[in-house]
Antibody, heavy 120, light 111 residues
């Protein structure tokens, strides 16, 4: 079955760019039918959708983060990535990657998540 | 402030039934499928219900979902201590600020 795994630095300095990669195994990003997604969860808080990308490169972003977010895909490596620029302490969160069904945007499966702390 | 509204907490005794509500609007729940996720302590969310009322393979029929108008409900029967978790509803919002939206989460305590 499809599995997702996030990777990237756990500590980022304020004003810098947060960069994470999600590696997909057990299935191909290029097969279509899914959006490849990023979701975050602030400590002790609920879930916040960041955005997603289709294998063709089409992207959809949360309007509240759109000016700072870039999601890209590398089909040759079966990976997709998140860049969040100009981070502040408010961006400290657990970041999850997940696959979303194309027709109903159900998120399944999810990666295990990675904690990113923004601090100097 | 989440787009979808859930009660912060619910509780019930083992073996009992509990329901968790999720309220939205015509731009989200009213015109899109609802899904439900279970997040056990220290773990990633896991899909429980999709397309309003369907269960993925491996999810017991103790878990059920329903939708009416701009609200959705998750039901759990035969409560077990292992059901203690945070539960989130989610859907798509088709308004000008389109995107994925979630409820604020409901903490289920099995007394």
């Amino acid at each position: 079955q499809v599995q997702l795994q996030e990777s990237g630095p756990g500590l980022v300095k304020p004003s810098q760019t947060l960069s994470l990669t999600c590696t997909v195994s057990g299935g191909s990003i290029s097969s279509g039918g899914y959006y490849w997604s990023w979701i975050r969860q602030h400590p002790g808080k609920g879930l916040e959708w960041i955005g997603y990308i289709y294998y063709s490169g089409s992207t959809y972003y949360n309007p509240s983060l759109k000016s700072r977010v870039t999601i890209s895909v590398d089909t040759s490596k079966n990976q997709f990535s998140l860049k969040l620029s100009s981070v502040t302490a408010a961006d400290t969160a657990v970041y999850y990657c997940a696959r979303a069904e194309y027709y109903d945007r159900t998120f399944d499966p999810w990666g295990q998540g990675t904690l990113v702390t923004v601090s100097s | 402030q989440s787009v979808l509204t859930q009660p912060p907490s619910v509780s019930a005794a083992p073996g009992q039934k509990v329901t968790i509500s999720c309220s939205g609007s015509s731009s989200n729940i009213g015109n899109n499928y609802v899904s439900w996720y279970q997040q056990l302590p220290g773990t990633a969310p896991k899909l429980l219900i999709y397309d309003n009322n369907k269960r993925p393979s491996g999810i017991p029929d103790r878990f059920s979902g329903s939708k009416s108008g701009t609200s959705a409900t998750l039901g759990i029967t035969g409560l077990q201590t292992g059901d203690e978790a945070d539960y989130y509803c989610g859907t798509w919002d088709s308004s000008l600020s389109a995107g994925g939206v979630f409820g604020g989460g409901t903490k289920l305590t099995v007394l």
